[in-house]
């Protein structure tokens, strides 16, 4: 038996709708470092633990606009600037025609940022986290939904959090190696 | 209430357990061995080409692009099909029903560009300088020219790719979740984890993976309209036949009625061979018989409407291209392709034919030989009846070029049989999502 | 390199070093030296400047006639051939025969050294032998001997040794003795009658023809004949008349002039005789009328007793004393009298130079089978062909440019033909082998030359006079002596041809009398009239085929008298109903290089040695599919399009284009901005531009099968268009080279800058950038744009790689190539323009096309200047761009074609 304090506890719900009550229960108790783990995206669980951000589309936007921009920039300076050259007597700098690729390289850019801030928000990857260690946590990506109180948390008190946990009607508690 | 168990257990474990059999059906085998013989045969055909130069294709002057442009427009409209289903009605609300078909219709898109690729590098005169079309510094100093609607090609074809790869992958990841966590073995649970980022279900992960998905959704829908299937770099140029705003419209839908058929095609191969009958119902089958008949119908507008304004245009060479194709050296293939897209594709006003998968296999199974033969019109008519009568010419495509396109089908099935074996082949989550 | 290369460790710069003196030495050994006593066209010619080419004066013999030429030289080897500009005739423009004779010279197929039974043999070992054979059993056959010395070698062994001289040209008819030679002339007459009659067609008068017709606007032309000729493309009024019904014609003509009785004519005849009297009348002593060499002799003097009755003798058709030689004795020194006299055992020695009668010989005459009967047999010719195969000794002979030795010209002009390279293998010349016959073995054939022209001159200004001759090309004040002629006597009416099938024979426009079949650009060269290449076909009427059920491409078999050929048919546009045409020169068996075995043999057919035509002809289509033809331009009408091939009424103009609208700014073109400007009144579908470009640019050749495919290399195409009118078949050329578009849609089609335009507004290809896209293909309206579908240029036999002009980049596989305007020679004028600082000279620039153009009809310059030639054509009334609405700004722009209507 493992002696360390374990790092969460973690309660199993049956449904998406118990865990999400079970959520904004734990919010309203004060918990700060929770977390749900569902097998599907579960509307309004992120914003019931305090999710408010808007960064990875704002990225994404920005990686649209500034792909854009920068293919812009770039085509320019290869045809119009390093390396002029009269093709077919059209304009050097041919915006319109530019345009294109640089729209094709900002969709590309925009999904690619988009993606990468996802991942690095999420800290991912990152395939060896502790909760991938409970046997039953399998379960979160198939059928089981899950909410993680850490032990880092200022309201956690070993006893009193489980007893909160089962109170909110977790079918099991588990404890979280570190 | 029921728990979650009742109702998603079924579906995970018919989904997953797809990838995670020990054991697997000869058939698969069966597929596997002769689309494998195929992709030998069509790396085979490769080195001859490469060895050998496009001179063993029957190409010549005008008509200095044949089959492989063909092949390449094909299959790139092909794939305008997957980013339709997967990326467009993933932004339009209350389109559940597209998550039984999203994961594999993205994988027929992903590798239906790859083999739209391939072509354009092959028929280069010197494919050993393809990079030349990149923006890479060089010795002799010069960069790709920028105002050619082949380069626009290369951008967006190369966008194209990899967005919709990421975008599929993107969405793959929770399911490879699945995966991991159902895996018997030490081994396959530590790739699959590896494969799936070690994702844990988390309700900020999902929030944010939510806005990226979302958003490269959009860029894929975006990449794959102005691509439009390759279109601009015919419309662009000054060929009477082609020289049109609505070829790119005309290509898109054509290129999402195809798409469209293989996805059909794929979705009752897979319903029949692992018996997802629950997950790919009858309702699902209909939608895609009325999505069928809709882009058909587009298509049919589009190309009415290109018809109309090339005699509205007054231009004889536009009037004639029409002429050419109705009556001249290619009146048999047009003809049968507007039989083979347009004919059997009526039987889907009836419900009961849509709900019928060997009707909606028949349909389908005319339909995508007749886009090809539409777009072989489109291409080839536009090279061999160009402005000048004296530079009229003829083209036959040779046992090379028949080789590399039966090779890119075999390839595509290949990595297609790959995928469906050990990648998760429905959207498990999106199901569990809108079974909640 | 010596030994050093073996010295193992080998140290970098002794290396460079040891390279740098092999290569001076094999520089100084090999190349960059005159031929021993040739007279350079320049100025300073002891000075051979690497990378600068000399340029000799000489001649190329085609036919017995000189054809003058100014030979390019790079360090020794020639590349090009261009017309002699101060010569007389011509004015600086060649043939494509000429053109070729170049490749000629490098051709894979020429004897590499004397052989005798097949087994290589020593020239020493024959100029022993020689004089045994000299004597009263002596024949020499030859073709048309138009060289002073050549002549007088010949007459010396006639008349002191005995010997016999035969004489057998298969193209062209054999001048008779006694009569004189005439010389249309095309620019003096203002309308022209054509009874069968080809002069602007293939022959060694065409250059000087076509620049003669082209010299003044378009002038009534009217032609009768079986076949569509080059002359009866450019006609007014044509009609199909079988070859058998010209004489009617002529002599219906003849009569509406009030020379003798009027024969009966179908309607269309008698509306064609019409309105070509008319034309002639109108025009007395301005007018000429033509009766071809391929009539009967009777008709050609019934021609002769209209021009003079019109007043045209001494005006448009001018006699002279004859510029060809002939044997004395008429039909006794024919081919036929000698196979007589082989079969009859009475020669003992033959000697075959220059010609081919074993491939050439007409039916039921057995060369081969006589001249087994010879003891001794002889040929001397450049190739071991047919006739070389009989022959006991074979004498390899030097080609024109590497030999010594004299020609005249069409109108007599004298001109001496100097070597301008060594020879390339163990040849010799005619004249040593004809000095070894006389008994003179080691005779130099400079020398053999000098002395023909010693006679002529005064002895102590003879070397100046020689200088002179070497350095101008041609002798002055040489010409043919006129002669006035007396009006024939009007020639008794011949019973009129019986009707039914005939068939009509013609040199092949572009491999001739079999002589060319070697050359691999001229066999891939479009034949003016169908762009056929590589091979020759039965040319049929549509409504003869119709009722056969033929088709083009379709075997069918012609017999006549016994004999039989099959061979593919061709429905012909104007082809007379009655007549069926073949075309001599292919079916060649020996010696013939890369036209070895190609087409088929219509000599066995041949009535005559001057058989032109032969009557009572059946023809039936033979079973088999339609084999495809290595055809240039599969469409050959314009589709009902009316702004391809623009036509004006005389005086007329085009109306001038929409002005183009644009949203962006000009590009500025500060330098000359080169342009081309195409007269299509004055083309006529020559073809001398076409080899001319290959040459000067290096273009390889692609073979038959490639052409079959489409894949023909030509920069410089003449598209051909027929266009059926109420007035007649109507026949288009429209030469098209690159038009250079300011507006280029190739240029902005290429993904890598590979096509660009330069400063001077060239469209410029650069080669090595290019990666085969063929976007730039697709794009261009006008399909001017060549690909190396395969390595084009590697696969050409090595031979010809000296041919390759060093100032132009041979192509790659997989590169795209296209029209330059020369781009080498504007460099050219360039660095000399910057050398004087002043700008470049109109004129100065002449490309290739341009240059060997007889009809004069490409101009070429600077637009920017308004002086130019090329800035005066635009602004002719006729000038329109081709698909100019595309908004392309072509460079290359045309003059519309004249039609009276």
Not at chain 2, 37 to 48: D, Y
Not at chain 2, 215 to 231: K, N, W
Not at chain 3, 644 to 658: D, L, N
Not at chain 3, 842 to 850: H, I, S
Request: charged letters at 15%; hydrophobic letters at 50%.
């Amino acid at each position: 038996m493992n002696t360390a304090p374990p790092a969460a506890l973690l309660a199993s719900f049956p449904d998406a709708d118990s865990l999400l009550a079970a959520a904004r229960r734990a919010r309203q108790e004060g918990y700060e470092c929770i977390d749900g783990h569902s097998p599907f995206p579960v509307d309004g669980l992120a914003e019931a633990l305090g999710f408010d951000e808007r960064r990875v589309v704002l990225l994404a936007g920005a990686g649209f606009v500034g792909g854009f921009s920068l293919a812009l920039l770039a085509q320019w300076w290869m045809n119009a600037v390093d390396y002029p050259l009269n093709v077919g007597g059209r304009p050097l700098a041919a915006w319109v025609a530019f345009a294109y690729p640089a729209f094709e390289l900002a969709c590309l850019a925009g999904a690619v940022v988009g993606i990468a801030a996802m991942l690095l928000l999420n800290h991912l990857p990152r395939p060896g986290h502790p909760l991938l260690d409970v046997e039953p946590f399998r379960r979160a990506s198939q059928d089981r939904f899950f909410l993680s109180i850490a032990t880092v948390d200022p309201r956690y008190r070993p006893r009193r959090t489980e007893a909160f946990l089962r109170d909110l009607g977790a079918r099991q508690v588990l404890e979280v190696p570190p | 209430m029921s728990t979650g168990a009742e109702i998603f257990q079924p579906i995970t474990v018919q989904v997953a357990d797809i990838a995670l059999a020990r054991r697997v059906r000869r058939r698969w085998w069966l597929a596997l061995a002769l689309s494998g013989a195929a992709t030998v045969a069509f790396v085979a055909t490769v080195v001859w080409l490469l060895a050998t130069g496009v001179g063993i294709w029957g190409i010549n002057i005008p008509v200095n692009w044949g089959l492989a442009i063909v092949n390449s427009i094909w299959w790139a409209g092909l794939a305008t099909a997957g980013t339709l289903i997967s990326a467009l009605l993933l932004l339009v609300p209350g389109q559940q029903w597209r998550s039984a078909l999203n994961r594999f219709a993205e994988a027929m898109t992903v590798l239906a560009v790859a083999m739209a690729g391939v072509f354009p590098i092959l028929h280069l005169g010197r494919p050993e300088a393809v990079h030349w079309m990149l923006p890479l510094p060089s010795t002799l100093g010069v960069w790709p020219q920028f105002r050619s609607p082949l380069t626009w090609d290369v951008a967006s074809l190369l966008a194209y790719l990899l967005v919709s790869l990421a975008f599929w992958y993107v969405g793959m990841i929770p399911d490879l979740a699945t995966l991991r966590d159902r895996a018997g073995g030490a081994r396959r649970r530590r790739a699959y984890n590896r494969l799936a980022l070690g994702w844990r279900g988390s309700a900020l992960h999902w929030a944010r993976w939510r806005q990226a998905y979302r958003a490269a959704a959009l860029m894929a829908v975006l990449a794959a309209t102005l691509h439009s299937g390759g279109a601009m770099l015919f419309a662009a140029g000054p060929s009477a036949a082609w020289h049109t705003t609505g070829l790119p419209p005309y290509l898109l839908a054509s290129g999402v009625f195809s798409g469209l058929a293989v996805v059909l095609l794929l979705t009752l191969s897979l319903r029949a061979a692992f018996g997802l009958g629950a997950v790919i119902t009858g309702r699902h089958l209909d939608i895609m018989g009325r999505l069928l008949l809709v882009a058909g119908l587009a298509f049919l507008y589009g190309a009415a409407t290109l018809a109309f304004g090339a005699w509205y245009s007054g231009d004889p060479r536009q009037a004639q291209f029409l002429v050419e194709r109705a009556v001249g050296a290619h009146a048999v293939t047009t003809w049968a392709a507007m039989a083979l897209m347009f004919v059997p594709l009526q039987a889907l006003w009836w419900r009961r034919a849509r709900r019928a998968p060997a009707v909606l296999a028949a349909v389908a199974l005319a339909v995508v030989p007749g886009v090809w033969l539409d777009r072989y019109v489109l291409v080839l008519g536009g090279l061999q009846r160009d402005y000048l009568p004296s530079r009229w010419g003829e083209y036959a495509p040779t046992a090379a070029e028949w080789a590399l396109f039966g090779g890119t089908l075999g390839a595509f099935a290949f990595l297609f049989l790959l995928f469906v074996r050990f990648l998760p082949l429905v959207a498990m989550f999106e199901i569990r999502e809108a079974t909640a | 390199m010596p030994a050093i290369a073996e010295a193992g460790a080998l140290r970098r710069r002794e290396f460079l070093r040891g390279m740098a003196a092999s290569a001076a030495t094999a520089a100084l050994a090999g190349c960059g030296r005159s031929p021993v006593g040739a007279v350079p066209y320049v100025e300073r010619p002891e000075e051979v400047v690497p990378g600068r080419p000399l340029f000799y004066a000489t001649a190329i013999p085609f036919a017995g006639f000189a054809q003058p030429v100014l030979a390019e030289t790079h360090m020794g080897r020639p590349t090009k051939l261009e017309g002699n500009p101060d010569h007389p005739v011509g004015g600086g423009a060649t043939d494509a025969f000429t053109q070729a004779a170049v490749a000629a010279l490098y051709g894979p197929e020429r004897s590499r050294r004397p052989l005798r039974g097949g087994v290589a043999a020593a020239w020493a070992d024959f100029a022993a032998l020689a004089p045994e054979l000299a004597g009263p059993g002596l024949r020499v056959l030859t073709g048309a001997v138009g060289s002073p010395t050549l002549v007088r070698q010949l007459t010396a062994l006639v008349e002191e040794a005995g010997a016999r001289w035969h004489v057998h040209e298969p193209g062209l008819p054999p001048p008779q003795a006694g009569r004189p030679s005439l010389h249309p002339r095309l620019d003096a007459a203002g309308a022209v009658v054509c009874l069968d009659a080809d002069p602007l067609g293939p022959g060694p008068a065409q250059v000087a023809h076509v620049r003669a017709w082209s010299a003044a606007p378009r002038r009534p032309l009217f032609v009768a004949e079986p076949t569509l000729s080059p002359t009866g493309a450019v006609a007014r009024r044509r009609l199909a008349a079988p070859a058998g019904r010209v004489p009617v014609l002529a002599r219906a003509l003849a009569a509406e002039l009030g020379l003798g009785q009027a024969p009966p004519l179908a309607d269309d005849e008698a509306a064609w005789v019409a309105e070509a009297v008319a034309a002639l009348a109108a025009q007395p002593g301005e007018s000429l009328l033509l009766a071809g060499p391929t009539q009967p002799g009777a008709i050609r003097d019934l021609a002769l007793a209209v021009n003079a009755r019109l007043g045209n003798l001494g005006r448009t058709l001018l006699a002279t004393e004859p510029v060809l030689a002939m044997p004395p004795g008429g039909d006794e020194f024919s081919l036929a009298a000698l196979v007589e006299d082989m079969r009859g055992g009475r020669v003992r020695a033959l000697l075959v130079l220059e010609a081919n009668p074993a491939y050439t010989q007409p039916a039921g005459l057995d060369f081969a089978a006589a001249a087994r009967r010879v003891p001794w047999r002889i040929h001397a010719g450049l190739c071991r062909d047919e006739t070389a195969a009989l022959c006991h000794w074979h004498l390899p002979l030097h080609h024109p440019l590497e030999d010594w030795s004299d020609a005249r010209a069409v109108d007599g002009t004298a001109g001496i033909i100097q070597p301008v390279t060594r020879p390339l293998h163990e040849s010799v010349s005619a004249h040593a082998v004809l000095a070894a016959l006389l008994g003179e073995p080691g005779a130099d054939p400079r020398e053999v030359v000098r002395d023909t022209w010693r006679r002529r001159w005064d002895e102590d200004d003879f070397e100046a006079r020689w200088r002179r001759a070497l350095h101008d090309g041609f002798v002055a004040d040489t010409g043919a002596a006129p002669l006035t002629l007396a009006p024939p006597p009007l020639p008794p009416p011949e019973p009129d041809e019986v009707g039914g099938l005939e068939a009509v024979f013609r040199p092949d426009p572009c491999v001739w009398d079999g002589r060319f079949a070697a050359v691999p650009w001229l066999q891939e060269l479009p034949k003016p009239l169908t762009t056929l290449t590589w091979t020759n076909v039965v040319a049929l009427g549509a409504g003869l085929a119709g009722r056969l059920g033929v088709a083009t491409g379709d075997t069918v078999e012609v017999s006549a008298a016994g004999a039989a050929v099959a061979a593919p048919a061709w429905i012909m546009p104007g082809q007379a109903e009655a007549s069926v045409t073949l075309f001599l020169g292919y079916g060649r068996r020996n010696g013939a290089g890369v036209g070895r075995g190609r087409g088929y043999d219509a000599y066995p057919l041949r009535p005559g040695p001057q058989g032109w035509r032969v009557a009572g002809v059946r023809l039936r289509r033979l079973d088999g599919a339609a084999a495809p033809l290595p055809v240039i331009q599969p469409h050959q009408t314009l589709a009902g399009l009316d702004d391809i091939v623009r036509t004006v009424a005389p005086g007329a103009a085009v109306p001038p284009p929409a002005a183009a609208a644009s949203l962006y700014p000009e590009w500025e073109y500060p330098g000359p901005a080169w342009g081309m400007v195409i007269d299509l009144d004055r083309c006529t579908g020559c073809n001398a531009c076409v080899v001319a470009c290959q040459m000067e640019n290096a273009v390889p050749t692609v073979g038959p099968s490639e052409v079959a495919k489409g894949r023909a290399l030509h920069w410089l195409r003449v598209d051909l268009y027929y266009q059926e009118r109420p007035e007649g078949l109507r026949t288009y050329f429209q030469p098209v080279p690159c038009m250079h578009c300011e507006k280029a849609p190739c240029e902005f089609g290429c993904p890598v800058n590979a096509t660009v335009h330069g400063p001077e507004g060239l469209n410029q290809m650069v080669y090595n950038r290019c990666i085969g896209t063929r976007t730039c293909s697709s794009y261009c309206p006008y399909k001017v744009r060549r690909f190396n579908f395969r390595d084009y240029a590697g696969a050409m036999p090595a031979a010809y790689a000296p041919l390759r002009n060093p100032d132009v980049t041979v192509r790659a596989q997989g590169v795209m190539e296209k029209c330059t305007y020369c781009t080498q020679r504007i460099a050219a004028a360039r660095i000399e323009a910057r050398k004087d600082n002043r700008p470049i000279r109109d004129g100065e620039v002449r490309t290739a096309c341009q240059q060997a153009c007889p009809a004069r009809a490409i101009v070429f310059g600077d637009l920017a200047d308004p002086g130019s030639a090329v800035a005066r054509a635009r602004d002719d009334r006729r000038h329109y761009g081709l698909l100019a609405h595309l908004g392309t700004r072509p460079r290359t722009t045309y003059l519309a074609r004249t039609e009276a209507r």
